[in-house]
């Protein structure tokens, strides 16, 4: 089973932002450790409601694990493209950014 964390090094899954960024100790303290990766990011074509059950299930991992704000502030600030990263999924995300003139930081 392939994890969220698992996912940071991994180049196989194709996500380009995730495979430039370097593993930070407070991700190997996610609750997403012991979840599919899948869980976490669309798979291709999906929509509708099927896209909706699986970023609140992604979601409600988020809501009790306790890196949750620092994984917020690495997503914001990397700017990552996809998926739910700290309770967070991409339409929320661009829009604090939008919001907040987040500032951008190197991945
Ligand atoms: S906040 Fe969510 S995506 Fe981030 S480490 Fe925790 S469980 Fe994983």
């Not at 994890?3 to 996500?15: C, H, I, M, P, Q």
């Not at 409600?60 to 700290?86: I, K, N, Q």
Request: charged fraction near 30%; include cysteine; aromatic fraction near 8%.
């Amino acid at each position: 089973m392939s994890t969220l964390v698992d996912s940071f090094a991994a180049a196989a899954r194709g996500y380009r932002a995730l495979v430039t960024t370097a593993i930070e100790p407070w991700q190997t303290r996610g609750a997403c450790r012991q979840v599919p990766t899948e869980r976490f990011f669309s798979p291709d074509n999906e929509r509708g409601r099927a896209r909706d059950l699986r970023i609140r299930a992604a979601k409600s991992v988020c809501a009790h694990c306790p890196v949750l704000s620092r994984c917020r502030d690495h997503a914001l600030r990397t700017r990552e493209p996809y998926g739910v990263w700290g309770g967070l999924d991409e339409q929320e995300r661009a829009e604090l950014r939008r919001r907040s003139r987040y500032p951008a930081r190197p991945a």
